[in-house]
């Protein structure tokens, strides 16, 4: 009985597990198409929006047509993720690319290292904002200024951040053909799981913290 109740929960894992990397291959085709859809300068945010909406719907068990919906997202939150999300993908790009060029030629100067710790930072930044946005109902001006406190009061979560996408990265330059094809969709789901989990937890923590103290609290029995 435990071998076949063994078997049986190996058997979910392989399926949950191929389940996730189609997920991941279809946010990654729809994060393309949607990102060209609006020029790539003003698509990819939206795009990236509507990803971690459906994968935060996903782990929620909400049953959905991914296309029609992913659709829906992209119309409806295209100024607003452009006005959020945009400028801090751009400066984590630009940072990026630069760190990446930096990284390859060796160097290992001052300025080089706080160009690097920059682009850390705001990749991690990005990929905190992004979940956050469609986690949680904030004024627009207040979503990076958010997503920058918490990330600040939350480092070791940011280094699980940055660590799986420096993770994601190496698998792709080892592998090229994972970067068209799936590796942004993987990181777009593992961004958002891993956020929506901290996001979960502080707000648990918070209201446990806050929660009336009863009356027989610390008195002896």
Same mark, same amino acid.
């Given at each position: 009985?435990s071998?076949?109740?063994?078997?049986?929960t190996?058997?979910?894992r392989?399926?949950?597990a191929?389940d996730?990397?189609l997920w991941?291959?279809t946010m990654?085709a729809?994060r393309?198409?949607?990102t060209l859809?609006g020029?790539?300068?003003?698509g990819?945010?939206?795009a990236?929006v509507?990803?971690?909406d459906?994968t935060?719907?996903r782990l929620r068990g909400?049953?959905?047509?991914?296309? *029609?919906e992913?659709l829906? /997202?992209?119309?409806?939150e295209?100024l @607003?993720a452009? &006005?959020?999300?945009?400028p801090? #993908? =751009?400066?984590?790009?630009?940072l990026?690319t630069?760190?990446?060029?930096l990284i390859?030629?060796?160097?290992?100067?001052?300025?080089?290292?706080l160009v690097m710790v920059?682009?850390?930072?705001?990749f991690?930044?990005?990929?905190?904002?992004?979940?956050l946005?469609?986690h949680?109902?904030l004024?627009? *001006?207040?979503?990076v200024? /958010?997503?920058?406190?918490w990330l600040l @009061?939350?480092? &070791?979560h940011?280094v699980?951040? #940055? =660590?799986?996408g420096?993770?994601?990265?190496?698998?792709?330059?080892g592998?090229?053909?994972l970067l068209p094809l799936?590796?942004?969709g993987a990181?777009l789901?593992l961004?958002?799981?891993?956020?929506?989990?901290?996001?979960?937890a502080?707000d648990?923590?918070?209201?446990e913290?806050?929660a009336?103290v009863p009356?027989?609290?610390?008195?002896a029995v």
């Open positions: 009985m071998t076949q109740s063994g078997g049986a190996w058997a979910l392989v399926h949950a191929c996730w990397v991941s291959l990654n729809l393309l198409v949607f859809a020029g790539v300068v003003l990819a945010a939206p990236a509507a990803a971690a459906l935060r719907r909400e049953l959905f047509s991914t296309m *029609r992913f829906g /997202v992209w119309r409806r295209f @607003r452009n &006005a959020v999300v945009a801090a #993908l =751009a400066v984590a790009t630009l990026a630069r760190a990446i060029a390859t030629a060796g160097a290992a100067d001052p300025a080089s290292v920059a682009a850390g930072f705001a991690t930044l990005t990929a905190t904002l992004v979940p946005y469609v949680y109902d004024p627009l *001006r207040r979503y200024i /958010v997503a920058s406190q @009061r939350n480092l &070791a940011g699980v951040l #940055l =660590a799986a420096v993770l994601i990265g190496a698998a792709s330059a592998l090229p053909g799936v590796s942004i990181w789901s961004s958002t799981a891993l956020c929506i989990a901290f996001f979960t502080n648990t923590a918070v209201a913290q806050i009336p009356a027989t609290a610390g008195k």
